[in-house]
Nanobody
Framework: EVQLVESGGGLVQAGGSLRLSCAVS????????IGWFRQASGKEREGVSC????????YYADSVKGRFTISRDNAKNTVYLQMDSLKPEDAANYSC???????????????????WGKGTLVTVSS
């Protein structure tokens, strides 16, 4: 059974930083991807970033490129999302997910994710 557990959310002032963690278990695919997604109240879920398990290739939505950094620690089976220069519009519930692929087209993250965590809430005060 694939399980993903997020942590690290909280309240931060605009311009501040947070690091989210996603502990992954049971995801044995060598060619899969792990990604971060967010959903703000009243809005559709948005792909933020993802990383390839095999070679560490990273993908970012234009809305976060240059401010967010995704990374992985294979020994700990954990994927991180370092979020810097946070803006009020970054506030959302952030979930991590595991699946087959992701890509960026037109600045947006497209993906095929089959397993999802419950999320961690990020609040950004102005």
């Amino acid at each position: 059974e694939v399980q993903l557990v997020e942590s690290g959310g909280g309240l931060v002032q605009a311009g501040g930083s947070l690091r989210l963690s996603c502990a992954v278990s049971g995801f044995t695919s060598d060619d899969g991807v792990i990604g971060w997604f967010r959903q703000a109240s009243g809005k559709e879920r948005e792909g933020v970033s993802c990383i390839s398990k095999s070679d560490g290739t990273t993908y970012y939505a234009d809305s976060v490129k240059g401010r967010f950094t995704i990374s992985r620690d294979n020994a700990k089976n954990t994927v991180y999302l370092q979020m810097d220069s946070l803006k009020p519009e970054d506030a959302a519930n952030y979930s991590c997910a595991a699946g087959d692929w992701c890509m960026v087209v037109g600045g947006y993250v497209y993906n095929a994710m089959g397993h999802w965590g419950k999320g961690t809430l990020v609040t950004v005060s102005s």
